[in-house]
Nanobody
Framework: QVQLAESGGGLVQSGGSLRPFCAYS????????MAWSRQAPRPEREFVAT????????YCADSVKGRFTISRDNAKKTLYLQMNSLKPEDTAVYYC????????????????WGQGTQVTVSS
């Protein structure tokens, strides 16, 4: 099975940047689409961005488009989320996820999840 581990979150001033990443591993012959989501106290967890197994197809939520970029390096088995122009409302725990099917904006489609990394944006 696939194991995911996020890191690279932290505290940043409004307008600043962070680049959390997710290291993935597992003995599998499948190729997985991956995604980022986030969880604030309210509302429930929301979709942020997704990327196909090859990295050729990406989708971002309207709330982060133009500011966040999802990417992956399969040789290093790492997923990235470049976050620029951060706002206080971006504060949340960020989770990476993986699934053997095509990239999806529906979080319930993803089989495997990491433990999350905290991102806090101050005013």
């Amino acid at each position: 099975q696939v194991q995911l581990a996020e890191s690279g979150g932290g505290l940043v001033q409004s307008g600043g940047s962070l680049r959390p990443f997710c290291a993935y591993s597992g003995r599998t012959f499948r190729l997985y689409a991956m995604a980022w989501s986030r969880q604030a106290p309210r509302p429930e967890r929301e979709f942020v961005a997704t990327i196909s197994w090859s990295g050729g197809t990406t989708y971002c939520a309207d709330s982060v488009k133009g500011r966040f970029t999802i990417s992956r390096d399969n040789a290093k088995k790492t997923l990235y989320l470049q976050m620029n122009s951060l706002k206080p409302e971006d504060t949340a725990v960020y989770y990476c996820a993986a699934d053997p099917l095509a990239p999806s904006t529906t979080l319930r489609d993803y089989r495997y999840w990491g433990q999350g990394t905290q991102v806090t944006v101050s005013s």
